[in-house]
């Protein structure tokens, strides 16, 4: 007559996501990395963005480099975070 582990991490889980008050979301562009702070109504709360280089090697090719496009996502997690003031 005990807990399964698997049963306490699924009620820790669902206690987490109970005091979850707002979701980040990614949105990774061609030409932008961008965060969207949302509420628990799916309101938006703020958004970061920054544009990336876009690399042409030739004619009706593009490319990005993925460490700018990494260097990008956690500014913007930063920006809009520090926007909606969850920090």
Do not use: Y
């Not at 991490?9 to 979850?20: I, K, Y």
């Not at 709360?45 to 990008?72: K, Y």
């Amino acid at each position: 007559s005990g807990t399964c582990a698997a049963g306490a991490g699924r009620a820790d889980h669902a206690e987490r996501l109970s005091m979850t008050t707002h979701i980040v979301a990614i949105d990774q562009g061609t030409t932008s990395t961008r965060a969207v702070v949302v509420d628990r109504a799916g309101r938006i709360v703020s958004v970061g963005q920054h544009p990336h280089e876009q690399i042409f090697p030739q004619a009706g090719w593009v490319e990005h480099d993925p460490l700018e496009i990494w260097t990008n996502t956690q500014e913007v997690i930063g920006q809009a975070l520090g926007k909606a003031s969850l920090t």
